[in-house]
């Protein structure tokens, strides 16, 4: 009988020492601060990527939350919202998230696709998109080239923009794709993006 109590003693004082080792190890690991976007970006049209890559760089960018007041992100425009007869649109306001430390993609010729990863702060983004950023364009309006956005649909390509022209009065659309998909990530999250994006938006953009 006492063998058999020292043997359960042995056993519990074991398990109990396990238990609490296990549970200094939970509290010395790091919380996460951080989020994880990662995924795989493919490509159409590569052989333009001829014409074009000399000109600029490809970078890939995640723009903060959308809001009207002051402007940021990217999402819907109203109308006349910049004033009388002025067309809105579906187009980023103001700088992407990351715009001091862009992604700058390292394409290679003929590659149809490619994988990235970016470590974000939690919160809401409203767009991550690649881009083509030229470097001869100075008008800030029209010198990155939307040629992907994460929209929901990793199968089809979408280049994110409405925009509007206003003709004789009459507000009508000359690009219209679908908008960007708005992402949430709290930290120590890893979420995982694929989408489309296609070289072929370039000659149309730069016109």
């Known amino acids: 009988m006492k063998k058999n109590l ?13 238990a609490l080792v296990t549970t200094s190890c939970d509290k010395d ?18 052989d333009v990527w001829a014409e074009w890559q000399d000109s600029g760089e ?3 960018t995640l723009f903060p939350d959308y809001s009207l007041d002051p402007p940021a992100g990217w999402g ?3 109308d006349e919202f910049f004033g009388p007869g002025v067309p809105g649109g579906n187009f980023a306001l103001g700088a992407p998230y990351n715009a001091q ?7 290679e010729a003929g590659a149809t696709s490619f994988s990235y990863e970016i470590e974000v702060e939690p919160g809401t983004y409203s767009a991550l998109a690649l881009g083509f950023r030229h470097d001869f364009v100075t008008d800030a309006s029209r010198r990155t080239a939307t040629i992907g956005v994460h929209h929901g649909d990793p199968a089809t390509v979408s280049y994110g ?3 509007k022209i206003n003709m004789s009065g009459n507000i009508v659309p000359i690009l219209d794709f679908p908008a960007p ?7 120590g999250d890893e979420r995982e993006i694929d989408f489309v994006a296609d070289f072929g938006f370039l000659p149309i953009w730069y016109r």
């Open 161 to 163: 923009v409405q925009i």
């Open 6 to 18: 020292r043997d359960f003693a042995k056993v519990f004082l074991a398990i109990l020492g396990l």
């Open 76 to 78: 819907e425009v109203p």
């Open 29 to 46: 690991d790091p919380v996460p601060t951080t989020a994880k976007i990662k995924g795989t970006i493919t490509m159409q049209n590569t």
């Open 58 to 60: 490809v970078q890939l």
């Open 101 to 107: 430390d862009p992604l700058i993609v390292n394409y």
């Open 181 to 187: 998909s708005s992402i949430t990530v709290a930290a």
